[in-house]
């Protein structure tokens, strides 16, 4: 019975095992065999992760809609370690690739700081080290992308240090980069080193020394993609990028440009939302106006194989393109104030002239329609040619800087404008009242203090040991009288001047949305204290005629023109005049001018001034009169002389507006070194012809479906 039982229990179990092998049999079938392609491929893929992607920068046009900024489709390689393998592929997959790079003739980023060739050298003077001044002028040392990889690698240091070197020389680093990154003794010197720049390139991003992507090589053409892809390189990723192009080589102080994020940036950029790899605006309009350019970046699914190749991408969200800016800006205009100030500058016969600025600034609303500063680069060259650009950052006059909003100089006669105004306003003088111009500033007895015997003289006297005479407020700033300025400074008393200096904006930011420089002031006592020096009276009247410490930007010169001849709207200059959407189908921003202050100023006083000034372009008593003859609108001017230094030419300033009747614009130049400001009056009446000239006019430029105003 119990043998029975044993049997038929046998039977059941073979028969369930018979079972689940036959079933076990047919998956293996389905899986090897029917699904066997699905599963084979489906086997070496994996998502990677999400991908952010950027939005398409917005464009920047003029304010006639000429386009200066924009974007262009290209391609780049990036490199992925990771799918490489081990060192042996890695390194063999690398220098296949500098090898298509090199038959291809096409250059790769390569920032490792020594020579490409034997003998090894460094290419900069400080590989380990970099030396930098804080804003108190302290000196800080920091560790170079180099010394921070070398302090990271478990390397033996001692094995590659002789003599008691603290490090090593160009040649035995790199040898000890080969040997830690194990590239083949086969390889040459030379392509020994080309491999390790792009290793160190990769290290450094991996072992978050540098936060920047590596891309290895831009703008490659469709010969260079099809050798890469045909050639099967694991971890090499050909991408589709946008990158800035220009529609002028003018306004590179202006336009500014694009680039990664740097270390010290991060931070910022991170609260924000912006990832590491994003390209950012690094300065003039790209920064300014970042928010409005960038767009909404999208994010992305990659479905890659394990080699690193892509098998297929979703949008997950799809970004949206940035805004187009709308400057205020006419780039003529700018091309031509451009072309006047370089041909200024350099007729100039002053030995001592150096670098300068002009801006033409719209009175009606604060909008400027040029800014130029001399020397200046090239935008579609500089940042892509390391020669040029190393030739621009070690000319001494500086071509990088902003003359326009960063450089400060005493705005000499030109200030005389101003005094005028304020003594009017306060009932100092009147129009009509005669100062007595001797040569020298006297007073009665009583009124001497706190001057002393101190007895400043006119620029007449020095110069030619002549005087003015009797002078009112109009001929006074069409001789530009220092005597009668010195006296309107003594009536006012320096706390009234620069009252009327803060009214104007002198000495003050502007609120321009680009960088200003910060170290413009008002002579005064404050002013004397910070800077450590002793206030005595006899400041207040080299003060009233612009110098001394009175420092300002062309651009809050131009801004205090512009304010006095629109009969005191204080308005704050801007760039930006309009922001519309990617394909220009709605406005999304208008910029609205609105005063900062009205300074209410009398009608009468404002026309004494600026009769004054006429008489400065119009009056053939004056020096600069034969420059605004037969000009299409009649101009007003002053002339101004900053002295920076007994022994060297003064800055040259000039300021003017027109049309005279009902002012649009106002205009300043700055000569460094130039002697004297009837010296930039020609340049000024070019400006002024070519602006109110048919040569000027706008060509039709708007496009289809497009709308700009």
């Not at 500098?98 to 003998?119: E, H, L, Y």
């Not at 100062?435 to 006297?442: N, R, S, V």
Request: charged content about 20%.
């Amino acid at each position: 019975m119990e043998g029975k039982r044993f049997q038929r229990r046998l039977i059941v179990i073979t028969c369930l095992t018979a079972l689940l092998l036959c079933a076990f049999l047919w998956v293996l079938y389905g899986l090897q065999v029917v699904n066997g392609d699905y599963y084979r491929g489906a086997s070496v893929r994996k998502i990677l992760n999400r991908e952010t992607v950027e939005a398409s920068r917005g464009e920047i046009r003029d304010m006639y809609g000429r386009l200066l900024v924009y974007n262009s489709p290209t391609y780049q390689v990036t490199l992925d370690s990771s799918m490489m393998g081990n060192e042996v592929q890695r390194n063999a997959n690398l220098m296949e690739l500098i090898r298509i790079c090199q038959d291809q003739g096409k250059t790769w980023n390569d920032t490792f700081p020594v020579s490409s060739a034997p003998p090894f050298t460094f290419t900069v003077r400080e590989p380990y080290t970099t030396v930098s001044k804080d804003a108190e002028g302290n000196e800080q040392t920091h560790s170079t992308y180099l010394s921070r990889l070398l302090l990271a690698l478990p390397l033996q240091r001692q094995g590659f240090l002789e003599n008691g070197e603290s490090e090593p020389t160009a040649e035995r680093l790199v040898a000890a980069l080969r040997g830690y990154y194990e590239v083949d003794e086969s390889l040459s010197d030379r392509e020994a080193r080309l491999l390790v720049g792009v290793l160190y390139e990769l290290d450094v991003r991996r072992r978050d020394i540098n936060y920047n992507e590596y891309v290895f090589t831009q703008d490659v053409d469709i010969d260079f993609i099809s050798i890469v892809k045909e050639r099967g390189l694991d971890g090499v990723r050909v991408q589709a990028v946008n990158v800035r192009e220009y529609g002028t080589n003018c306004a590179p102080h202006l336009l500014g440009r694009v680039g990664s994020i740097w270390e010290n940036e991060w931070a910022y950029y991170r609260d924000l939302g912006y990832n590491m790899n994003d390209t950012v605006g690094k300065d003039g309009v790209e920064q300014a106006f970042e928010s409005w350019l960038r767009g909404k970046p999208g994010v992305r699914a990659l479905e890659l194989t394990t080699t690193g190749k892509v098998v297929s991408e979703t949008w997950e969200t799809e970004p949206e393109p940035g805004g187009n800016v709308i400057l205020t800006l006419d780039s003529k205009l700018q091309a031509k104030v451009e072309e006047i100030l370089a041909r200024t500058i350099e007729n100039l016969e002053s030995e001592d002239k150096e670098g300068g600025a002009i801006v033409v600034e719209d009175v009606r609303d604060g909008g400027i329609l040029s800014m130029a500063s001399y020397p200046d680069y090239d935008l579609t060259t500089i940042y892509s040619d390391a020669a040029i650009f190393d030739e621009a950052n070690q000319n001494p006059l500086k071509p990088f800087l902003n003359r326009a909003t960063m450089g400060i100089y005493s705005p000499g006669s030109t200030i005389k404008p101003l005094i005028a105004i304020a003594a009017l306003e306060e009932g100092v003088v009147t129009p009509s009242e005669q100062i007595l111009d001797t040569g020298f500033f006297t007073l009665p007895e009583e009124e001497r203090y706190p001057y002393g015997q101190y007895h400043p003289q006119c620029w007449i006297y020095r110069q030619y040991r002549g005087n003015h005479g009797e002078e009112n407020l109009v001929d006074a700033l069409r001789d530009s009288c220092n005597i009668y300025f010195f006296t309107m400074g003594h009536r006012l008393g320096i706390d009234q001047v620069d009252r009327y200096a803060s009214l104007f904006g002198l000495g003050q930011y502007t609120g321009f949305e680009l960088p200003e420089s910060s170290r413009t002031m008002m002579a005064g006592p404050e002013t004397s204290q910070r800077l450590g020096n002793t206030w005595y009276g006899g400041l207040l009247l080299t003060a009233s005629i612009g110098q001394g410490d009175t420092l300002c930007t062309p651009l809050q010169i131009t801004n205090y023109i512009a304010t006095l001849v629109n009969g005191g709207n204080h308005y704050t200059p801007h760039l930006l005049r309009a922001v519309k959407s990617n394909d220009y189908s709605e406005t999304l921003f208008t910029y609205e001018p609105t005063p900062i202050n009205d300074l209410g100023l009398d009608p009468d006083n404002l026309e004494a001034v600026k009769y004054g000034m006429w008489k400065v372009a119009n009056d053939p008593k004056s020096t600069v009169y034969r420059y605004f003859q037969d000009l299409p609108v009649t101009v007003g001017a002053k002339t101004g002389t900053a002295q920076v230094a007994s022994d060297l030419e003064a800055d040259a300033v000039f300021v003017c507006f027109a049309p005279y009747e009902n002012p649009e614009i106002a205009i300043t130049l700055v000569v460094e070194g130039g002697g004297s400001g009837g010296y930039l009056a020609e340049a000024a009446a070019e400006i002024i012809n070519y602006y109110f000239s048919a040569e000027s006019t706008p060509e039709a430029i708007n496009g289809e479906n497009t709308l700009l105003h």
